[in-house]
């Protein structure tokens, strides 16, 4: 079963830049559309930004022309640049197949956008 593994959260100053990766434990992404999600505390876990197979790319309104998803499929690795964060960016995110269908949650990347 494939497994994620996020990393490069952190804390942020607003209008700074983060850049999460998400390493896979197989060779999925040319196979699943992938996309990462987040969520904030007290909200449901939204999908801001997904990756077909066919690399084309969809965001959310909310992060649209500020976050860039991206893969390496050699690497088995996922990546959202993230700039001109905003407060309202500070959430826990993850990366699973778009849907997320029968694959597990990683543990997450908490990013923190605050002065």
């Known amino acids: 079963q494939v497994q994620f593994v996020e990393s490069g959260g952190g804390l942020v100053q607003p209008g700074g830049s983060l850049r999460l990766s998400c390493a896979a434990s197989?060779?999925?992404?040319?196979?699943?559309?992938m996309a990462w999600y987040r969520q904030a505390p007290g909200t449901q876990r939204e999908s801001v930004a997904v990756?077909?197979?066919?690399?084309?790319?969809r965001y959310a309104d909310s992060v649209k022309g500020r976050f860039t998803i991206s893969r390496d499929n050699a690497k088995n690795t996922l990546y959202l640049q993230m700039i001109s964060l905003k407060p309202m960016d500070t959430a826990i995110y993850y990366c699973?197949?778009?849907?997320?269908?029968?694959?597990?949650w990683g543990q997450g990347a908490q990013v923190t956008v605050s002065s």
């Open positions: 197989g060779s999925i992404f040319s196979i699943y559309p």
């Open positions: 699973n197949k778009y849907p997320p269908r029968g694959a597990p």
């Open positions: 990756l077909m197979t066919d690399t084309t790319t």
